[in-house]
């Protein structure tokens, strides 16, 4: 900022003298009262002139002198007014006390008239040089012209080191890692073998789960260089200087090898080809074949391994994808139960914990959640205390934060008429109910009438333990369980409200997916009939291609789909008048209390009284005592390099036990190289 600053006070500087200058060139030291035509004409015919002056000067003749009160004076007459000229001379002459001088034009110098005439230029072509090396980055006018130039960014790995340790809930993803670790420290090994390290790994995952946390740690590992760059670094304005950028980020890195190149969002740079929408498109492919040559082109690029990172693999470039290239691709997905209490564990280590605090328990509380879900869980918990003046934080400031994730903040200011609390409080209940009663998968973990964000109250289902399947029976519990609050305002008060529009955007997401994508319709059998995209958008694929079905099978998905949603709301209509009486009193409960937790639930809907609970002890699901050794709670390099050892020891051994019960070849083969015998029974002639 500050070079900047000293910048463009030099440029200020500079002009200020180049503009006095020129003002001194052209003679506008003092500069004289300018008269108008028929002013300078009427203080002439007055006497008012003291002296007067004549003299041409491109294209007309410039009148200059002083009046009688000792003020200068200026004015102009036309080239082609010669009669008023005649008039002028005749008047001046005839007046005694008029000093009157007529003098021959003047021939300016050809220095000063190229002077004049580029200096304005000079002072425009400077002011865009400035700007333009300010917009490559620096204020130096080394980088005026460095469009070409790589924007990638070189971390020193002993400044800012990060190791396997500091990354959490992620241990295959680092046993993966593990051997690219061992390349960039020592690759004698892999070169006796006549092992070929993979070249690229490819990060797949959703947003926030540690992909790019992932890539630094294998730099921090290996204590190698690390270029990191953005996929939208590359693409410029100037058509060819993606290409010329990736030429620069690999010449760079052959001379810092071996070394990481991280190219974060690689979907930017790297999506398909001829799937372009936009003009700019061109570019990006060109940027996109140069980055395909540098990878595994004719040139070699030993000791240079290539991590990516996106989470959207479904539109890369399949040459990208191909081995040689991206040689390994690694899902890091949202950590399990007990890597989220892992992570929980590593961003809580700077963050004064009350001992009430049970990370596991919050784990459990926090189905899909990524690492920066987690973080930013704690982050707004901490923010949560020091607002309320508090020195540790607590299990109710966690419970505000993930209601303020998941939700948005409470609305305790909004004025709610008593009917749309009610109407609130029933459709809740609604909610509370089924998720009673259909408890296989998700199990009840609060409820609350208090508004958050656009939603008047929300009631929380958790499922029972992390679930990576579904079944038709549950999805269609599911679907139930978001009708229940339109369902139990249809029976209290036989008309409906707004409430229920997320509901129904969610009930028929699900029952569309099970139609088009499960193949869970009877009718039209085990079909998928939506696109491969995972429902993503890809606008340059899905406008060029067509859907793969007829218009008939589009009237009768939405048809499946209409006859699920309806099906559920019945089923769940007769469930809420089965515990009508469970439901009135949840309703009117949650009118006093505003919020109830499990416990409370529990004991409403099956003993019909309201017990006194700790609302920060409340549990989800009963598990075994954490895992966690104090202090470690990420997997380190050397403990992934024992696990391997020990895992490669034990398929050894494994091995080995079997091959000594295994009969023999002949055993198993009685006439493959044996002699001839001639009572052998097998023997046939």
């Known amino acids: 900022m500050q070079k900047a600053f000293r910048n463009?006070?030099?440029?200020?500087?500079?002009?200020?003298?180049?503009?006095?200058?020129?003002?001194?060139?052209?003679?506008?030291?003092?500069?004289?009262?300018?008269?108008?035509?028929?002013?300078?004409?009427?203080?002439?015919?007055?006497?008012?002139?003291?002296?007067?002056?004549?003299?041409?000067?491109?294209?007309?003749?410039?009148?200059?002198?002083?009046t009688k009160n000792g003020e200068d004076y200026s004015s102009t007459i036309l080239f082609n007014n010669e009669k008023d000229l005649q008039k002028i001379t005749d008047t001046?002459?005839?007046?005694?006390?008029?000093?009157?001088?007529?003098?021959?034009?003047?021939?300016?110098?050809?220095?000063?008239?190229?002077?004049?005439?580029?200096?304005?230029?000079?002072?425009?072509?400077?002011?865009?040089?400035?700007?333009?090396?300010?917009?490559?980055?620096?204020?130096g006018g080394g980088r005026m012209m460095n469009f070409g130039k790589s924007k990638a960014k070189m971390y020193d790995s002993s400044k800012r080191r990060v190791r396997f340790s500091d990354v959490a809930g992620a241990d295959e993803e680092k046993q993966e890692l593990v051997e690219?670790?061992?390349?960039?420290?020592?690759?004698?090994?892999?070169?006796q073998m006549g092992s070929r390290i993979p070249k690229g790994v490819l990060l797949v995952g959703p947003p926030g789960t540690g992909k790019t946390l992932l890539a630094r740690a294998v730099a921090g590992e290996a204590g190698a260089p690390f270029f990191s760059i953005s996929g939208s670094d590359f693409v410029e304005m100037f058509v060819g200087v993606g290409a010329s950028r990736v030429r620069d980020l690999f010449e760079n890195a052959k001379k810092n090898a071996p070394c990481i190149i991280f190219i974060d969002e690689i979907d930017a740079v790297g999506r398909q080809r001829g799937a372009g929408v936009g003009g700019g498109h061109d570019e990006r492919e060109q940027t996109l074949n140069q980055?395909?040559?540098?990878?595994?082109?004719?040139?070699?690029?030993?000791?240079?391994?290539?991590?990516?990172?996106?989470?959207?693999?479904?539109?890369?470039?399949?040459?990208?994808?191909?081995?040689?290239?991206?040689?390994r691709q690694i899902q890091v997905g949202r950590p399990d139960v007990k890597g989220r209490e892992a992570i929980l564990h590593v961003h809580a280590k700077n963050k004064p914990l009350d001992e009430t605090v049970d990370l596991k328990a919050i784990s459990q509380r926090t189905p899909g959640f990524s690492g920066a879900d987690l973080e930013n869980l704690l982050n707004e918990a901490s923010l949560i205390a020091a607002r309320e003046g508090k020195n540790k934080i607590d299990m109710r400031d966690i419970e505000e934060a993930t209601d303020r994730v998941i939700a948005g903040p409470a609305k305790k200011s909004r004025v709610i008429s008593d009917k749309e609390r009610n109407i609130v409080a029933h459709h809740e209940a609604g909610h509370t109910i089924i998720g009673m009663v259909l408890d296989e998968a998700e199990v009840v973990h609060k409820v609350t009438i208090v508004p958050r964000g656009q939603a008047g109250g929300y009631a929380m289902m958790l499922p029972k333990q992390d679930r990576f399947l579904m079944t038709e029976p549950e999805l269609l519990d599911k679907i139930c369980g978001l009708l229940g609050g339109r369902v139990s305002e249809d029976i209290n008060f036989g008309e409906v409200s707004t409430g229920a529009s997320n509901d129904f955007e969610r009930a028929t997401q699900i029952a569309r997916s099970m139609v088009t994508e499960y193949g869970m319709s009877k009718k039209l059998g085990p079909l998928q009939f939506s696109s491969s995209g995972g429902g993503q958008v890809f606008l340059g694929k899905d406008m060029q291609g067509e859907p793969n079905y007829s218009g008939q099978i589009a009237y009768e998905i939405d048809k499946e789909v209409q006859r699920i949603v309806k099906e559920q709301y019945e089923r769940c209509k007769e469930i809420l008048l089965e515990h009508q009486e469970q439901l009135k009193l949840i309703a009117k409960t949650l009118l006093t209390e505003e919020t109830l937790v499990a416990e409370q639930i529990q004991s409403l809907f099956h003993e019909g009284k309201l017990p006194e609970v700790d609302y920060d002890s409340a549990e989800v699901v009963?598990?075994?005592?954490?895992?966690?050794?104090?202090?470690?709670?990420?997997?380190?390099?050397?403990?992934?390099?024992?696990?391997?050892?020990?895992?490669?020891?034990?398929?050894?051994?494994?091995?080995?036990?079997?091959?000594?019960?295994?009969?023999?070849?002949h055993e198993q083969s009685p006439n493959i190289d044996k002699p001839y015998n001639p009572n052998d029974p097998n023997h046939r002639e």
């Open 291 to 327: 980055l395909l040559v540098e990878m595994d082109g004719f040139g070699e690029n030993e000791g240079i391994i290539m991590i990516a990172a996106t989470n959207r693999p479904d539109i890369l470039d399949p040459a990208l994808l191909r081995p040689g290239r991206f040689d």
């Open 92 to 139: 001046a002459k005839k007046q005694d006390g008029l000093k009157f001088t007529v003098k021959e034009e003047e021939e300016q110098s050809v220095f000063v008239s190229i002077l004049t005439t580029l200096i304005p230029v000079l002072i425009i072509a400077l002011l865009f040089i400035f700007f333009l090396s300010q917009a490559q980055g620096g204020g």
């Open 180 to 191: 690219i670790v061992d390349f960039l420290k020592d690759n004698k090994k892999f070169k």
């Open 8 to 66: 463009v006070l030099v440029i200020a500087i500079i002009g200020v003298i180049i503009f006095g200058l020129f003002s001194f060139l052209n003679g506008n030291g003092n500069m004289p009262k300018q008269l108008t035509y028929t002013q300078f004409v009427n203080k002439l015919d007055k006497g008012d002139l003291k002296s007067l002056e004549i003299q041409p000067e491109q294209n007309v003749y410039m009148v200059s002198g002083k």
């Open 622 to 665: 009963k598990e075994t005592n954490s895992e966690f050794d104090e202090g470690k709670y990420g997997k380190s390099y050397e403990d992934v390099r024992k696990e391997q050892s020990l895992d490669h020891k034990g398929e050894d051994k494994h091995n080995e036990d079997e091959s000594e019960d295994e009969p023999t070849g």
